[in-house]
């Protein structure tokens, strides 16, 4: 069984910095790309930043130039910077892997969520 835990969300001022971390346990054998998404209210889901396991980093232009993300290969963890947060950042943000278990399995998972809001 994989797990995938956010924690670092919390309410920021317009301008202000949040970091989110992402911690990937359980029966990994490997792990392929990590991303971060987000859910705004009343919107679809969104990927903010994506990066493989070679650290090969994309953004959509809503977030590129502020936000940065990173992996810890060896720890499983994936983490992503926030700077200059805008109003429009806020919403329930998700970590995403696409993990091989140790059983053989592939399965892209998702982790429970954890709430940005900056306020304006």
């Known amino acids: 069984q994989v797990r995938l835990v956010e924690s670092g969300g919390g309410l920021v001022q317009a301008g202000g910095s949040l970091r989110l971390s992402c911690a990937a346990s359980g029966s990994i054998f490997s792990i392929r790309l990590m991303a971060w998404y987000r859910q705004a209210p009343g919107k679809q889901r969104e990927v903010v930043a994506t990066?493989?396991?070679?650290?090969?980093?994309n953004y959509p232009d809503s977030v590129k130039g502020r936000f940065t993300i990173s992996r810890d290969n060896a720890k499983n963890t994936v983490s992503l910077q926030m700077n200059s947060l805008k109003h429009e950042d806020t919403g329930v943000y998700y970590c995403?892997?696409?993990?091989?278990?140790?059983?053989?399995?592939?399965?892209?998972?998702w982790g429970q969520g954890t709430q940005v809001t900056v306020s304006s």
């Open positions: 995403n892997a696409d993990i091989t278990t140790r059983d053989g399995l592939s399965v892209r998972y």
């Open positions: 990066i493989t396991s070679g650290g090969t980093t």
